[in-house]
T-cell receptor, first 115, second 113 residues
Framework: DSGVTQTPKHLITATGQRVTLRCSPR?????VYWYQQSLDQGLQFLIQ???????AKGNILERFSAQQFPDLHSELNLSSLELGDSALYFC??????????????FGEGSRLTVL | AQSVTQLGSHVSVSEGALVLLRCNYS??????LFWYVQYPNQGLQLLLK??????LVKGINGFEAEFKKSETSFHLTKPSAHMSDAAEYFC???????????FGTGTSLTVIP
C-alpha cells in the first residue's frame, strides 16, 4: 500500500459527459502529480500541484482541469469526454521537494471507460 | 529537458535466467534515475533509485541497476528471473531542480517456465 488513495477505481460513462477523479496523497506529501496511461501512448504526465498551486503542466488537454485543495487532496476533472479519453489515470505524490526531487508514490489508478 | 529511452518494449526470459532491461537517459544536468514496476491492475511501485553516491544501486526483489554516466545508461538487472517478476517496468528520470518525472515507454517482462 503506497498510501495514495484514488477514487473511483472504475468508471464507465458516455461521450460528452464529465467526470471527476479524486486523489488523496500520502500523509505529509505536498506534491500531487496526475498521469494518463493508455496502451498507445504509455504514461503521459498531465499536471503537477504543489501545496495548492500548479507547478508544472504536461500534455493536458484543455477539456481537462485539476486542482489541489487546502487539505492537499486533488481532483482531476475531465469534460466533453471522447472515446480516446478511455485510459488509466494515476495520481502520484511525493514529499515536499526542497531540491526538486523525491520519489513518486503512485495510487492504484482510476480506470475510465468512455462508451 | 530530460528524456528516457527504454530499448525493447517486450522482453522474454526463462525462469532462472538473467534479466536485463535497458534504459538510456538524456539530461543536461546530473540526473536522478528510477525504476518502477507495475503489476497487472496495480499502480507503479518503486524498485530502486539513483540520486548520488554509489553507482550500483540495489532494490527490492533482487533487482539492481548501475548508473553509467559515460554511457548515459541505467540498465536494470536480476541474476535469476522468477515467475513473479512478470510485469511492466518503467525507467524514469528527474533532476535535483526539476519538477517533472520523465518516464520511458515501459518494458513488458515475460518469464517463461
Amino acid at each position: 500500500d503506497s498510501g495514495v488513495t484514488q477514487t473511483p477505481k472504475h468508471l464507465i460513462t458516455a461521450t460528452g459527459q464529465r467526470v471527476t477523479l479524486r486523489c488523496s496523497p500520502r500523509s505529509g506529501d505536498l506534491s500531487v502529480y496526475w498521469y494518463q496511461q493508455s496502451l498507445d501512448q504509455g504514461l503521459q504526465f498531465l499536471i503537477q500541484y504543489y501545496n495548492g498551486e500548479e507547478r508544472a503542466k504536461g500534455n493536458i488537454l484543455e477539456r481537462f482541469s485539476a486542482q489541489q485543495f487546502p487539505d492537499l487532496h486533488s481532483e482531476l476533472n475531465l469534460s466533453s469526454l471522447e472515446l480516446g479519453d478511455s485510459a488509466l489515470y494515476f495520481c502520484a505524490s511525493s514529499v515536499a521537494p526542497s531540491h526538486g526531487f523525491g520519489e513518486l508514490f503512485f495510487g492504484e489508478g482510476s480506470r475510465l471507460t468512455v462508451l | 529537458a530530460q528524456s528516457v529511452t527504454q530499448l525493447g518494449s517486450h522482453v522474454s526470459v526463462s525462469e532462472g535466467a538473467l534479466v536485463l532491461l535497458r534504459c538510456n537517459y538524456s539530461s543536461s544536468v546530473p540526473p536522478y534515475l528510477f525504476w518502477y514496476v507495475q503489476y497487472p491492475n496495480q499502480g507503479l511501485q518503486l524498485l530502486l533509485k539513483y540520486t548520488t553516491g554509489a553507482t550500483l544501486v540495489k532494490g527490492i526483489n533482487g533487482f539492481e541497476a548501475e548508473f553509467k554516466k559515460s554511457e548515459t545508461s541505467f540498465h536494470l538487472t536480476k541474476p535469476s528471473a522468477h515467475m513473479s517478476d512478470a510485469a511492466e517496468y518503467f525507467c524514469a528520470v528527474t533532476t535535483n531542480t526539476g519538477n517533472q518525472f520523465y518516464f520511458g515507454t515501459g518494458t513488458s517482462l515475460t518469464v517463461i517456465p
